[in-house]
Every structure is written in C-alpha cells, then in structure tokens.
C-alpha cells in the first residue's frame, strides 16, 4: 500500500558525511511516523532514528545521536538521514520505514520497509 524508495547511499571515508533520502507513495504522507534502521552483515537490524508525523519529535539510538539528524518534507514525501563524522561501524544496509503509529527501538513491527541502500565507510 505504502512503498518507500530509499537513495543516497554509496561508499564514503571514515569522518565525512551522507545524506540519505527516502521517498514515500503515501496519498496522505503526513498520516505515516518515518523511522531509518540499518542492518551490518551478520547482524540484527537495528533502530537508527524516527521522526514523528509532521516533524515536531526526533528519536535516535545513542550510537548515532549527535552525529545524524532525520528530517522529513511532508510536502514532498521525503524523509532524509544527514550523517555527519560516519565511522566503520556505521557500514550497513540502510531501511526507510513507516508506519501510522510511532516508530521506536523495540517497537512492534513497523507497517513498511524499503528496499534498503548500501553505506560503506571506507578507513
């Protein structure tokens, strides 16, 4: 019902920075919490940041906290992911998510995923 596209991954030095976009076929996009979860090889897929519906709360997991910031444009239907002073460790898989309710680490199963983009940190 909901298909999110995911674009601006690539591959980049440790200490620089990405901005991830993620676009949404939501008729009414503003209805939709966005959230961004990442995957590494091997690992579970992890909690990254949400933003609430029209943008007035921010919720990130303390890895990333201070080094990215997600915004969202409902008049596009975009959600972004600016990642400042990326590291290693930040290499994954990246996943735009929505869903009507809030989108939270732990929370229960989000409603719609993206295919996922590829960042790499290179050292």
């Known amino acids: 019902q909901v298909q999110l596209v995911e674009s601006g991954g690539g591959l980049v030095q440790a200490g620089g920075s990405l901005r991830l976009s993620c676009v949404a076929s939501?008729?009414?996009?503003?209805?939709?919490?966005m959230g961004w979860f990442r995957q590494a090889p091997g690992k579970e897929r992890e909690f990254v940041a949400a933003?609430?519906?029209?943008?007035?709360?921010?919720y990130y997991a303390n890895s990333v906290k201070g080094r990215f910031t997600i915004s969202r444009d409902n008049a596009k239907n975009t959600v972004s992911l600016q990642m400042n002073n990326l590291a290693f460790e930040d290499t994954a898989v990246y996943y735009c998510?929505?869903?009507?309710?809030?989108?939270?680490?732990?929370?229960?199963?989000?409603?719609?995923w993206g295919q996922g983009t590829q960042v790499t940190i290179s050292s």
């Open positions: 998510a929505a869903d009507r309710s809030p989108i939270r680490s732990g929370s229960t199963p989000v409603a719609y």
């Open positions: 939501a008729r009414t996009f503003s209805n939709y919490y």
């Open positions: 933003i609430s519906w029209r943008g007035g709360s921010t």
